[in-house]
């Protein structure tokens, strides 16, 4: 369903949910009772995909948010498929691109390799030093708070025109009312 409505910011929230969980379980199946490594390779592409997920989600977040934000703010009833078009490849590079620049940042500011904790798995690891906070334990947090941001600002927009919306709502046969349709803002 969402494929067919174009959204694929939350698409890429399913992906990388989807990924992380399968990468945890693995993990927890792998090392329980076990401080043995296997496969050093399956550590070095699930640590650096759990440094991803660490972006990735934050950045799906900020996807969903901002076309929410677009959808409160949108001036003219009808969207194009260009624009639906310029809105996936913008969900694209925001939701799969900069999560792997940031893989390959963060390769810069570990230490070693990976650790490997019992019944929890590997885990990636970063110094302590004054880079790694800027470039890799604040972006994450600093993508959360501009998707708090367009949070807020979505829920002002709708709020600001709810006139409008409860208008459309009783002009047409949907079997929406205002009750039902705030319930599923709040749900969104």
């Given at each position: 369903w969402?494929?067919?409505?174009?959204?694929?910011?939350?698409?890429?929230?399913?992906?990388?949910?989807?990924?992380?969980?399968?990468?945890?379980?693995?993990?927890?199946?792998?090392?329980?009772?076990?401080?043995?490594?296997?496969?050093?390779?399956?550590?070095?592409?699930?640590?650096?995909?759990?440094?991803?997920?660490?972006?990735?989600?934050?950045?799906?977040?900020?996807?969903?948010?901002?076309?929410?934000?677009?959808?409160?703010?949108?001036?003219?009833?009808?969207?194009?498929?260009?624009?639906?078009?310029?809105?996936?490849?913008?969900?694209?590079?925001?939701?799969?691109?900069?999560?792997?620049?940031?893989m390959a940042v963060h390769y810069t500011m570990q230490g070693h390799r990976y650790d490997i904790i019992e019944n929890f798995g590997c885990w990636p690891t970063s110094y302590n030093t004054a880079p790694a906070y800027v470039l890799v334990f604040a972006p994450p947090i600093v993508v959360c708070c501009i998707s708090l941001v367009y949070c807020v600002l979505s829920l002002r927009a709708f709020i600001k025109r709810r006139a409008e919306f409860n208008e459309l709502l009783r002009s047409t046969a949907t079997g929406l009312n205002s009750t039902r349709y705030l319930r599923l803002m709040s749900l969104a």
């Open positions: 969402h494929m067919q409505a174009w959204n694929s910011a939350t698409c890429y929230m399913m992906l990388w949910t989807t990924i992380g969980s399968v990468i945890h379980i693995a993990n927890t199946i792998i090392w329980r009772d076990n401080l043995s490594n296997p496969s050093p390779t399956y550590c070095d592409i699930s640590t650096k995909i759990i440094v991803g997920l660490s972006m990735a989600i934050p950045l799906a977040s900020l996807c969903i948010n901002r076309r929410l934000y677009n959808i409160a703010t949108m001036q003219a009833v009808a969207v194009t498929k260009a624009q639906k078009k310029r809105d996936v490849i913008i969900d694209t590079l925001i939701a799969v691109l900069v999560p792997m620049i940031f």
